[in-house]
């Protein structure tokens, strides 16, 4: 018989919830951090809502009707519907928090966005570097020899494209089996390919982010600016090792390792591009580019460029900006004339993934004083003052992934997400809604943050003597248990599943690491923690952090929770950005160029720091 | 019992000379038309001689011994040699006309030369696209964590290269191999490789002449400028056809044929590769470039360029200028970010063989009027008035390459290449000094010409009657025999070898489009026949045609023949200096700009024109 509690577990305050959202293509269900806006909600997750504005509640173009569940009217609403819609559930979607599971109706697409939304609320305006143009010819004659190439280039006039071979080797079939009117392909200033007749209405990119664990890929219709579908895997590298450092190893050890690597990676992308492709009907041919951002071991690995260097110190990249690239050499199946475009990189330490973050959450283009904090084994973080930009990484160590904790385990079904101490009990969210099988990243924290202001770990981040707490909390008391010879706290009695001292010290270590890095930027900058307004919490491990544990714990500065954004997968955004907008691109580019990086490592203040931040912050 | 005369044939006049050359890599046997210059015969050859003034007789460094056989001594001769050295054989390579076999002792390269010699007498200062620069870097630290490729370039200032992808994947390994000495290879602006240590002695790059008929490959050391092997092969395409206009027609009736014919063409020219490499002891990765020169249709079949358009009114390539390519883009496997240039073409019937051509005997550089004349199927015509370029095609049918000639052949052991009428008698000379088993162009041409002078064929063609000629010649006369109902000239009579009526219909045929080409050349610049100074026979073909039987039959304006040059195989010469000059180069580029194509086909004065050009001119 279960001792499990026995009651519908209210959702905690910092849980995630699932929204299933019904379009003219079916249904899809996300799950998403609890009070991310719906409009966001469908955007992270390739489901494209009409809207001009970009999320900023002044077109009221995106309208859904929530069908199921609860979302209350918000103050911009009244004005975009009458009552009878309000009651029938039409809200604008980008007002619209997700704080508990609905169900939405997307009506279908009314126009055709000269402008797409992106990132954290970014609007970027549609100039993507692939274009297609629709020319009529006239036909050669004896008295009008002109070559097919430079027919084709007279009537494209205002560009000066290079050609590829591809292209030159159609062309003369396809100008002659389409009366000499031909839709001309460019990517950039590459004159990719010449299809027959208009074929402007299709278009299409790729992309990618490519973590260390999960690699996702997103399919955007270049015409429009929306994505039109999402795929996501384990990036195919894992046998090799979970974090960059083991498969940097792995190179060093065995000779043929980073061919294998490469092609593990390669494979990933390309099973993700034939995904994607066949979810939207798609053909390959019809990607034009991809763009992809990860980490400096990543891209490097993906490449086929030796990543040793990246791994030993002075820890220095091969390059920070990547040549033009084809699809082809990171072995996704495309276009034979795709190109790619690869995020820059900083460092070894900070790469293009952490760039791509910058872009789509606009650090470069915000006045406020704003911490990005990319929350993993290797924790990148950057300040902007509203005017300089500083960058830095932490090595956080494999807390937050899982590894190194007793009942760690990855955020997959089983993995407590969640942890909330109400009255004299703990209440679990749990990936799937099975038992807890173990404790992912946003769960450790959430556990620690809730023991702490329970008074069940004190600042130094000991767990307290069960009898100093058993005559106020005894329902807490118990779960203070022996396990192994290691003090313990069981999350469920039932099975067993419990944080160990230990966990509390592994915590603590990759949240000091954190800390320092950011307390040290902040100083650089002239600064101190109280000056920064916004932090936003990136990458696939950070957006689902609760704002409130993070800043119980001390990972992030004591700001107002409201203050503290789940950022989404802002690497992800930052790749879709680049093939939206060359100015976005440029934005980039010019991003590595502004950002300076300040080691810390070899800072001969950073041990004391770091041992500072060791402790848990003090109740308010 | 044979009949065939038992003398030793003089040579003839318009014969070709063997000439062996020891050099320190050993014996080569080469055949050249008599006449050539032992420096020029040489050069074509892809052996080295020393030489900075580019064969002009004025640096005296062009030292050859001759060994056997008879060189006169030359002006200049007793200014470079003592009297003992003259007898003993010694010469001015530039200056020594091979008029009969020889063998001759070139001593080892005793200078790097900043010039090369090449094309017809040009000399061209080394400034390849491939460029090797060694440079040492210093080792990054903490302090210092510029990127590896920064730190490259940043060593390279004076360059802003792109960069392969390949370079980039080998740079951080190569730089921690070789203590960050390391050699950057460039061709043009992209740094294809990076080496370890110093590597600036060895850069290679193959000139192809890609010929309907015949495939030739000169490797050159690209640090000294000196063709260092050579090599030549039969076009594997050969069994889709002989002429150009059979292989278009494969790929318009067979949709396969286009890839096998480019499979074809492209193993020809990586076997060449592999050879002229084994050859000389260098490496294929040590091949950084290639050249390229060949007729549009070829150009085009070697890329996979659908050539359909080439070959139907109104004739137009896809393209005039080629993209940028890379040597895998031509199927030859050197180095893996090995680049080609191709020579652009000017029009469907003036292709990258002719510009080539131009390039090599510097029709844009010479104050003179002069014709460039690549005799063959398609025979192009250059006119230069010494200021303006004009360029016409001329279609003289098979004859010269002895198809629709009775007992024609290719330029192959057993074929007639010369004829000369001696006394009563015929005197020929026989390629391989076997028994004559057909009649090559050069030796049809030869052979009218004497016929013609002889008395034996009138203006319009017609072979005499034997009977008009027997009292004179009567040992010519009982050649003038009847074969298979058709009126014929025994050439050879133990063979039976002979030349027939319609042969010499066709060769007037062939002629007269030819002289119709330059003639209506000549008129459009505002010139007359008289006025053309000099006659280049360029082409594997028109080198070999003796000057005095092309002005014999009208071919050629009436020159003294010594104004009449073999230019040599000019195509090669012009690709070996695209690899050895970007100046030279880009006048490759400059000339398709400036030259102006003249379209014969369309004008309405072309037939009668043609038709008064088949006859032959009147003795004078």
Redesign the interface.
Known sequence: MSTAPAYEPEPAPTARVAIAFTTDAGERRVRVPSGVTLFDAASWNGIAIDSTCGGHGTCRKCKVRVVDGEVPVSRLDPRAFDPDELRAGWRLACMAPAERDVEVEVPPLVTRPKAATVGVGRQVILRPAVQKRVVELAE???????????RLLAALDDLEP????HA??????VL?SSDFRVTAVLVDDVLVDVEPGDTTGRAFGIAFDLGTTTVVATLLDLVTGTPVAVGSMLNRQQPFGADVITRISATMLDPDALARLTAAAQATLDELAGEVCADAGVERREVYEIALAGNATMTALA???????LGV?????????????RAA?LGVVVHPGARATVFPAL??YVGGDVVAGMLASGMDRDKRVRLFVDVGTNCEIVLSDGDRLLATAAPAGPAFEGAAIRCGMRAAPGAIEAVAIVDDDVVLQVIGDVAPAGLCGSGLVDAVAALVDAGFVDASGRLVDAVAVHGSQPGLARRLVTVDGERVFLLDEATGTYLSQRDIRELQFAKAAIATGWRLLVEEAGLHAADVQQVLLAGSFGSFLSPGAAVRIGLVPALPVLRIVSAGNVAGEGAKMALLSLRERAGAQRLVEEVR?V?L??RPDFNDRFIDELAFPSPE
């Open positions: 050669p004659t004896l008295t009008d020899q002109l070559s097919d190439l430079e290079r050609v590829d071979l030159l080797r159609k062309l003369p079939g002659r490449l086929g460029i030796d990543p040793e260097p110190a002075p820890f220095v990249p091969a390059t920070r900006t990547l040549p033009e690239l050499d460092g070894a990086y080691e490592s070899d």
